[in-house]
T-cell receptor, first 115, second 113 residues
Framework: KAGVTQTPRYLIKTRGQQVTLSCSPI?????VSWYQQTPGQGLQFLFE???????NKGNFPGRFSGRQFSNSRSEMNVSTLELGDSALYLC??????????????FGDGTRLSIL | DQQVKQNSPSLSVQEGRISILNCDYT??????FLWYKKYPAEGPTFLIS?????DKNEDGRFTVFLNKSAKHLSLHIVPSQPGDSAVYFC????????????FGKGTLLTVNP
């Protein structure tokens, strides 16, 4: 069974640009969440999508946005990139979001570097 | 305000011995707790979880204990193996439709042969 797939694995951008990251969840999983990992702040929740709707949002500025498609695949977009956006962006999917006793399974992430 | 705390940045144990990783939380709304293992350049891998209605959950070499009154959980690995060397993250969820994980900063476990 394929795991969570994130593309691309690595990305280099410059300040002011925008970027789109992609996530394909495990087959059958309908909830997709995004996290940012930095050395200083650790793993921080960005947002969660279910049935193409954002159900939950973390404490990040509006430059961070996302969407989910009907096949549960999700994209995350960051506009007007800043140096501080350099991080590992992780996507996680889960089977049934209404049953909280279900773990989230993570992809290997996209390493974004801002120059 | 850090709601999930892993106060030990690192832990070193000998192969075959027990590894105990600790985690404290402050939010009494958390009702589901998870442990993840992370190798460099990979995403976190789910290890084991526990619901707040239980105080212990076991899966092979891994056991998680939950002490709700102390708002404390721990992960026991017995026996520890060199392949267990990784960063371990404790995570918690507040339940209902608020499905977002709050993570601790992680503990680097090194198992020496």
């Amino acid at each position: 069974k394929a795991g969570v797939t994130q593309t691309p694995r690595y990305l280099i951008k410059t300040r002011g640009q925008q970027v789109t990251l992609s996530c394909s969840p495990i087959s059958g999983h309908r909830s997709v969440s995004w996290y940012q990992q930095t050395p200083g702040q650790g793993l921080q929740f960005l947002f969660e999508y279910f049935s193409e709707t954002q159900r939950n949002k973390g404490n990040f500025p509006g430059r961070f946005s996302g969407r989910q498609f009907s096949n549960s695949r999700s994209e995350m977009n960051v506009s007007t990139l800043e140096l501080g956006d350099s991080a590992l962006y992780l996507c996680a999917s889960s089977l049934n979001p209404r049953d909280t006793n279900q773990p989230q399974h993570f992809g290997d992430g996209t390493r974004l570097s801002i120059l | 305000d850090q709601q999930v705390k892993q106060n030990s940045p690192s832990l070193s144990v000998q192969e075959g011995r027990i590894s105990i990783l600790n985690c404290d939380y402050t939010n009494s709304m958390f009702d589901y707790f998870l442990w993840y293992k992370k190798y460099p350049a990979e995403g976190p891998t789910f290890l084991i979880s526990i619901s707040s209605i239980k105080d212990k959950n076991e899966d092979g070499r891994f056991t998680v204990f939950l002490n709700k009154s102390a708002k404390h959980l721990s992960l026991h690995i017995v026996p520890s193996q060199p392949g267990d060397s990784a960063v371990y993250f404790c995570a918690a969820n507040a339940g209902g439709s608020n499905y977002k994980l709050t993570f601790g900063k992680g503990t680097l476990l090194t198992v020496n042969p």
